[in-house]
């Protein structure tokens, strides 16, 4: 069974570090996808980054990277030089993909990332 | 192009009563879904959809029902509303897998969430 666990409820970070967000997942299957996504304080789903299982390189996309450990099953989001509008809620998700079409998403319990001035 | 459209935003029930809430894409999505956000608890799977006619249970179905008759509709309905069923819930859809199964292109897209009070 698919399972994603963010062990991190909540960090305080100094403006300008970088920030890890750790991510760990479980599944049988093969073939499958990573991503994050970012919740603002005003609720919305922000998109962030998305690491396909058999892909060879880790993803980049601008600040955010994801350092994908396949033999450790973890997916941590790198955030480089934080920003204070970095301050959020970020979730980690994962989609099965090799066993079926009707494949769901799901999702961690989320780490509150909180940046310092 | 209006993307993931949930309504209503906020709703306030009694116990027992039901409502829909209701959850419209206009992206050609054949995967649609329902999560409901609770503290600490992180997002949690309600039902999904992977076409007309096609749906099947998430992580925490019970006292929620869905239907999907068309491609752009997915309403989730709580038949007999309880204190528990309290929270945020989300709509959201994506390409079916099989569609791109390794890409960005499966990534969800949110509506803007629907936020329910069971007093």
Redesign the interface.
């Known amino acids: 069974a698919q399972k994603i666990t963010q062990t991190q409820p909540g960090m305080f970070v100094q403006e300008k570090e970088a920030v890890t967000l750790d991510c760990t997942y479980d599944t049988s299957d093969p073939s499958y996808g990573l991503f994050w996504y970012k919740q603002p304080s005003s609720g919305e789903m922000i998109f962030l980054i998305y690491q396909g299982s058999y892909d060879q390189q880790n993803a980049t996309e601008g600040r955010y990277s994801l350092n994908f450990q396949k033999a450790r099953k973890s997916a941590n989001l790198v955030i480089s030089a934080s920003q204070l509008g970095d301050s959020a809620m970020y979730f980690c998700a994962m989609r099965d993909i090799g066993y079926s079409s009707a494949s769901k998403i799901i999702f961690g319990s989320g780490t509150r990332l909180s940046i310092r001035p | 192009n209006a993307g993931v459209t949930q309504t209503p935003k906020f709703q306030v029930l009694k116990t027992g009563q039901s409502m829909t809430l209701q959850c419209a894409q206009d992206m050609n999505h054949e995967y649609m ?1 329902w ?1 409901r956000q609770d503290p ?6 309600i039902h ?1 959809s ?1 076409g007309a006619g ?1 749906t ?1 249970q ?2 925490v179905p019970n006292g929620y029902n869905v239907s999907r008759s068309t491609t752009e509709d997915f309403p989730l309905r709580l038949l007999s509303a309880a204190p528990s069923q309290t929270s ?1 819930y ?1 709509c ?1 859809s ?1 390409y ?3 569609r791109a ?4 292109a ?5 509506g ?2 629907s936020r329910l009070t069971v007093l």
């Open positions: 879904s999560y600490g608890m992180g997002l949690r799977l999904y992977v096609i099947d998430g992580e945020v989300f959201a994506s079916a897998v099989d199964p390794l890409s960005g499966n990534v969800l897209t949110f803007a969430g």
